[in-house]
């Protein structure tokens, strides 16, 4: 689903008009997992379902109560129960909305939800006034926002991109003197706020601009993107819009010229994503298969880090073995100083010349005492050294549980879902349970793009794909991507004898498609296939590779 600022703005200017004036009846859980305000308009009832994790939201008829109650939505509910729906509105093209709630129609609101999605970090705020009373954010200490109860609420900060209302063309044209290398669909994405991939292309082919890059766009064509850009933003803003469902892209607010005819047509938006939801992404197959992998890999995450913690301190311990080789020795060297029966003795280190205060083992000789010390020296030598092995075993593995994290982020369909949880099971992190059934072969079904000269850049939606993608499908001389110091996706660009526009569109989609899509600059490495190889008795997709070039690389959005 393509949930960009343009759909957000038709979306919540949509669930305004219904909700605005209405009172809060009741607030609960639905057996789907998802959470349900319920409000009371004269005359009927209209549910607002946001979907946990926070995804999307809007009105549907459904929301069955869920048997047992949760913390989250009945402290909401003690809060808002009788409160009014002020207004429902959003930042003009910012993917974050906020319910405005009062004590009666006519009184200013007190209360806000506030609702981000704004990518990997997407949260529930709720408020009284600025002060924040329950929230999703899990508490991270020294993160830049404080959203924990008793905080006061900060909104995030704008992108530093243009709105699109009264773009003109002069003024694009100014913006995009920097994106010249770049195609007109990547330069409007990095460019103007609101505007996915999706939306950047259909843009580009209502102008006849498809697949060119800013260089060699005509000068009048500026003023045709401008004029195209701040019509549809008009139109998104009055909430006039045509939803439509593709059987690929999912919902969107209009109907897209340069792909075929929608699988289906509806009156609202919000109709749309309730279809949407139930019959594919937002399944409560889906939604129950995502929570159990979730659960698993946090609760391995967690299980490993604590081993780590527990590691370090015993290396640390260990790592002072030295100190009792110095010790014995020193104990040898000056018997003749330390008198029988004593309990502890002050020498100077042969090493370091520095005193000492030995401790002695009264009924010990001198020797005996020496020999003791011994013992532990090579007790704690071997223990550095196996302790040192099992944290490198077990910072392995956390690697590899955050690649697994990021395909189950990634997820878009039940399907996906179905190959992270044959990993998983395979690699002993889950219980083999086939309630959810699905087959556990690895699927060819990976993300294909086009470079600007038709070379073809395949990108894994997993481990087990990315394996079988650089392994197996790709050839010798192919050019294999991926992000240096983060998980994600193995990227192929399918030429050996690539041009520099094409190795950075293929260094950019490694970006985009790793947990450091959201940095400003990534490190991609990038070699030839046949300088890839498995990593001996590896886990699914851990590869390591010679005769590497890097780059720093924007994420290019796709």
């Known amino acids: 689903m393509h949930l960009d600022g343009f759909f957000f703005n038709a979306l919540v200017a949509g669930i305004n008009k219904e909700l605005q004036g209405s009172r809060v009846e009741d607030v609960y859980d639905s057996q789907e997992g998802n959470l349900i305000l319920q409000f009371r308009a004269p005359g009927h009832t209209l549910r607002l379902e946001i979907t946990i994790p926070l995804q999307t939201f809007y009105l549907s008829v459904g929301g069955r109560r869920a048997k047992t109650a949760g913390t989250f939505s009945q402290t909401l509910k003690k809060h808002m129960a009788t409160l009014f729906c002020s207004s429902f509105t959003n930042p003009p093209f910012d993917r974050r909305a906020t319910l405005a709630l009062a004590s009666s129609p006519d009184s200013p609101p007190t209360h806000f939800l506030h609702l981000e999605i704004m990518g990997r970090q997407n949260d529930l705020i709720f408020c009284e006034q600025q002060n924040i009373i329950l929230s999703t954010r899990p508490n991270k200490p020294g993160a830049l926002r404080l959203l924990q109860p008793g905080d006061n609420y900060s909104p995030p900060d704008m992108p530093s991109k243009v709105s699109p209302a009264g773009l003109s063309g002069s003024l694009l044209e100014l913006l995009l003197a920097n994106q010249r290398n770049n195609s007109c669909d990547q330069a409007l994405v990095k460019t ?19 697949d060119t890059a800013v260089s060699d766009i005509p000068l009048h064509v500026f003023g045709l993107l401008a004029d195209e850009i701040a019509k549809l933003g008009a139109a998104t803003l009055q909430g006039d819009c045509q939803p439509v469902l593709y059987s690929q892209q999912g919902p969107y607010w209009i109907q897209l010229k340069h792909l075929p005819t929608p699988a289906l047509e509806f009156d609202t938006l919000s109709a749309a994503l309730s279809h949407w939801q139930l019959q594919s992404h937002g399944s409560n197959q889906f939604r129950l298969l995502y929570q159990r992998l979730h659960k698993a890999l946090d609760s391995a995450v967690k299980r490993i880090q604590r081993a780590l913690d527990k590691q370090q301190i015993e290396l640390l311990r260990a790592r002072d073995f030295e100190q009792y080789r110095q010790t014995a020795d020193t104990i040898l060297a000056c018997l003749h100083q330390i008198p029988k029966g004593a309990g502890h003795i002050t020498l100077p280190n042969i090493y370091t010349g520095e005193f000492q205060d030995i401790s002695l083992d009264p009924a010990l000789s001198p020797s005996a005492n020496a020999t003791f010390y011994y013992k532990k020296y090579g ?13 490198d075993s077990n910072s392995s593995h956390l690697g590899y549980l955050q690649s697994l994290d990021y395909a189950l982020e990634s997820a878009a369909t039940l399907e996906d879902l179905q190959e992270v949880l044959a990993e998983a099971e395979e690699s002993g992190i889950i219980r083999r349970q086939r309630k959810i059934p699905g087959p556990s072969r690895i699927t060819d079904n990976y993300l294909s793009f086009s470079t600007d000269l038709g070379t073809t850049v395949l990108v894994g939606k997993n481990n087990r794909q990315n394996e079988r993608l650089t392994l197996q499908k790709a050839e010798k001389d192919h050019y294999w991507f991926h992000c240096r ?59 390591q590779y010679t005769n590497f070039q890097s780059m720093l690389i924007e994420p290019i959005p796709r």
Do not use: D
Not at 379 to 391: F, R
Not at 514 to 541: C, F, L, M, Y
């Open 485 to 543: 110091y983060s998980p994600g996706s193995h990227v192929i660009l399918c030429t050996s004898n690539p041009t520099e526009s094409e190795l950075t569109l293929a260094a950019g989609l490694a970006a985009w498609h790793s947990k450091e899509r959201e940095s400003a600059k990534v490190e991609v490495v990038w070699t030839q296939v046949k300088n890839v190889k498995k990593i001996p008795r590896g886990k699914p997709g851990m590869v």
């Open 379 to 391: 007790k704690y030598k071997n223990a550095a050294a196996k302790v040192q092995k099992q944290i």
């Open 192 to 210: 103007v706020m609101g505007i996915s991939p999706l939306l950047a292309t259909e843009i580009c082919f209502r102008t006849e601009v498809p």
